[in-house]
């Protein structure tokens, strides 16, 4: 039994209430982003209705109050990761800007040639990408740790990996083409034992982990706002005060400054240092209504009504298959350890045509490589098929999913 009233949470978005293709939607597309509540559509609403005004260097009241309502959202984005002061989250407009905003300054300052930073097969681009371009600048090398068939990092080859050259181990939390849960108290443990930093790309953990970075112990994380029932242009660089202090800046202009002069101008403390320009101040204030809204519900329900969701889904695969008589339905990803993510192939069909068929009746998932295509040339795929649950999805959309598939199959 489910401790939650999904009917209830469901009332919360209007979204979902709609049809696609005469059929009622079915969202299961949350792993590319999930879909917002009226709690935070409206206070985007309520901001440039009522509050618009830039922050931090008024001298009127609207300044003054949207000013308090963004630093407001860092104190909630603080609270729920635990980290030891809201300075040392840093806003960005997702993952992929926390990630090159690390790349770009602590990766400019610290690497030299020679030193390793370690990724694993099962990064995004964007934890891929910013790394091979600061590498290829400061002749770097690039290690990379393998992944077995079920999908979890061969943790061996990573302990074989580290070494006295590795200087930043940058890993996703969990895996958005697999649902993968890394075992990352493990990888930050023995990176530190190596005096190597660690990075976890928090895109998919945000909104399905419960998130400690004290506890942890890790030196940065990165979430993005729009996977995490956020607005999309909001996201969040946490870095330990000590390392962003020692980080020279990312871009220059106004907010991130001291004092200006031509000859020499001295920068601002954290967070400003990073965050130079006006922000997106109305997405970030209407980002803290989603952390209410995961807060209100708790992780520990999200996680168990998300795993029991996934449950329902792959057992009913496995159904599939058996009156089947043949594996038709091929899952990718089939860790013990999961976020609500399946990956799957039907045999025989494209899985651009699959997503095609499914949208026909109204259920939309994702298709495609996922932007990890490495991950998908390991598994010798062109991509998959991806459905991804989140709070406010039902059995009963599972089944409809199921159903989908089954005529899909015996087409
Ligand atoms: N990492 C992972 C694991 C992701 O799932 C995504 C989004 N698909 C990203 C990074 C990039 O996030 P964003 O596009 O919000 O910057």
Known sequence: ??????????????????????????????????????????????YYKVDNANIHRGAHTLADRSTGMFEDTR?????????????????????????????????????QAGDEIIISYLEHHSNIVPWQMICEEKGAILKVIPVLANGTLDMAAFHQLLSVRTKLVACVWASNALGTI???????????AHHAVVLLDGAQAG???EIDVQ????????????????????????????????????????????????????????????????????????FKHALSFVNSIGKANIIAHENMLLQSFTSGIHQLNQAFGSDQIELYGTAADKVAVQSFLIKGKHPFDV???????????RTGHHCTQPLMRFFDIEGTVRASFAIYNTVEEVNILLEAIKKIVNK
């Open 1 to 46: 039994m489910s401790a939650i009233n999904v009917q209830n949470i469901r009332s919360l978005f209007p979204i979902l209430h709609q049809e696609v293709n005469k059929h009622p939607l079915v969202y299961l597309d949350n792993a590319a982003t999930t879909q917002k509540p009226l709690a935070v559509i409206d206070a985007l609403q309520t």
């Open 207 to 209: 909104s399905h982990l």
């Open 215 to 286: 506890e942890l112990d890790v030196d940065f994380l990165t979430l993005s706002g729009h996977k995490l029932y956020g607005p999309t242009g909001v996201g969040v660089l946490y870095g330990k005060r000590a390392l962003l202090e020692a980080m020279p800046p990312y871009q220059g202009g106004g907010e991130m400054i001291k004092e200006v002069s031509f000859e020499k101008t001295t920068y601002n403390e954290i967070p400003f240092k990073f965050e130079a320009g006006t922000p997106n101040i109305g997405d970030v204030i209407a």
């Open 182 to 192: 890394n075992p990352v108290e493990e990888i930050i443990a023995a990176a530190h």
């Open 75 to 111: 104190k909630a984005v603080q609270q729920f990761i635990h980290a030891a002061e809201p300075e040392e989250c840093i806003f960005t407009k997702g993952v992929t800007e926390s990630i090159n905003l690390v790349a770009q300054t602590w990766g400019r300052k610290f690497l």
């Open 355 to 365: 997503g095609l068929m499914l949208d026909a009746r109204g259920i939309a998932v």
